[in-house]
């Protein structure tokens, strides 16, 4: 990370993030490891589950990971 890139700096980008949509985020986490790291959190804030995406439904390990994040299921 380069520090002096206003782009890059964490706390930015955290505001930033929680403007876009689920779709936007999912491109943001492949921007940056800085931008992983701030999108993580909102990507996992809500957790929807319909019947027609069971199957893709996130394994244990990733529930386990991220469930610090979850507010709403």
């Known amino acids: 990370m380069d520090s002096k890139n206003p782009l890059h700096i964490l706390e930015i980008i955290e505001e930033i993030v929680k403007f876009l949509t689920r779709k936007d985020l999912v491109h943001c986490l492949r921007v940056s490891k800085t931008f992983y790291?701030?999108?993580?959190?909102c990507l996992?804030?809500?957790?929807?589950i319909r019947k027609e995406r069971i199957?893709?439904?996130?394994?244990?390990p990733e529930l386990q990971k991220y469930k610090h994040h979850i507010d709403t299921i």
Do not use: D, H, Q, V
Not at 44 to 48: D, E, G
Not at 55 to 60: D, E, M, Q, T
């Open 37 to 41: 790291t701030a999108t993580i959190p």
């Open 55 to 60: 199957r893709k439904f996130p394994l244990k």
């Open 44 to 48: 996992w804030t809500i957790l929807k």
